[in-house]
């Protein structure tokens, strides 16, 4: 575990020192250009849509001749229909500046022509830098009121909705200093990505809002997550497949799911998924702690995992694996498949819990769970009279320093 925290610090300065690298280059004799989206027609208010001047202006800055080229979104209000802004891009640094405020459409009519599953999208942009103070606005709610989730004898409800944003096959890109307000579905997805970081947002759904979830990454590596605040109705941050090398640090959390691993391995698809490591979490009534989720017909590993310094707050189920993930939820029947669920840490988790099992691990008798860590671990029950236990099912490992509650590892 040490040459693997090594490992991670060295990832964390390499990712770093690029994106310092670049700043220097910037400042020695760096070209510059700038483009504001009112000049390219723009009309502010929210009444208008404006995607066509936001592509229009996009397309003066992706391909100026400059080192780096800055969009300027300024103080005041744009709605935008979906827009995807397409890369590569001349410049070496793209600086997406959102100075205002760019509002969603508030009927899902909007997306009749369009693909329901993303709003704002950025395709194979590298050296993005997308930054605030400003925010981004989903306005979900016509969304969440035909929702299959919370409707489903309404005729016509629908599953899919769109992410407010997305960064799509990028690499060397920041995400910083946004406000993300109630969007459809999830708020921020990273796919294909390699070298992200994002730090400083703020991400406000109701914690009743349907897959509202905060970010998500996906086949992606080498992503750094801090100083980030979220409250929504599904997982804060939620981990997928073919994923490796992620960092995430000082994150508040709730409402909401916690941070998840998973789920994975749905379709029976080979899960590869490595080396992450989480820490100073503080999560306020969430319904999980920390979860790594998976499905009984996937394949594949999950291993290189970190959890720790955790702080609960009247959390639903703080620590949990549940490696038997089926369609009948609680009627499982016993699989020869499982993803393989190793070298998997908790340390230094201090609250409260909702419910009596504060420890969960419920993994498979044909895939079990191995090398798993709790350390310094003190769960109390939110609940003024009860005590917390732990349960565990083909779970291996050793703990230290668990004061409550107490531990039931497999010998």
Known sequence: MHLQGSYLFLLFLGIVSVITASSEHEHANTTRATFNVLDYGAVSGGHKDNAL???????????????RSTLVIP???FLVNPITFYG?????????LILGKILAPKSPEAWRDFDPGQWLAFHGVNGLELAGPGSINGRGSGWWNQSCRYHPKLEGCTSLAPTALKVLSCQNSYIRDIHFINSSQAHVTIQGCHGIKIENLKIEAPGNSPNTNGIHIHSSRNV??????????????????HISNIVISYIKCGPGHGISIGSLG????????????????????TTNGARIKTWQVGRGNVRGVRFEDFFLDS????????????????????????????????????GTSRTNISINLNCTLSVPCT?????????????PGQNVTSSC???????????????????
């Open 53 to 67: 001047a936001f592509w229009e202006a996009w397309n003066a800055t992706c391909n100026s001749e400059a080192e």
């Open 75 to 77: 103080k005041l209000r």
């Open 88 to 96: 590569p891009c001349k410049p070496q640094r793209i600086h997406f």
């Open 224 to 241: 750094i997550i801090n100083n980030t605040i979220i409250g929504s109705g599904d997982d804060c941050i939620s981990i997928g497949d």
């Open 266 to 285: 749905k379709s029976g698809n080979v899960v590869q998924v490595e080396n992450i490591h989480v820490s100073n979490v503080t999560l306020l009534g």
């Open 315 to 350: 959390v639903k189920n703080p620590i949990i694996i549940d490696q038997n993930y089926c369609n009948v939820r609680g009627a499982c029947k016993e699989l020869t498949t499982g993803v393989q669920i190793r070298d998997v840490s908790f340390k230094n988790f201090y």
């Open 371 to 383: 090398g798993i860590l709790l350390k310094s671990i003190y769960l109390r029950s939110a609940i």
């Open 393 to 411: 099912k083909n779970a291996y490992g050793t703990a230290f320093g668990v004061v409550q509650p107490i531990p039931c590892f497999q010998i």
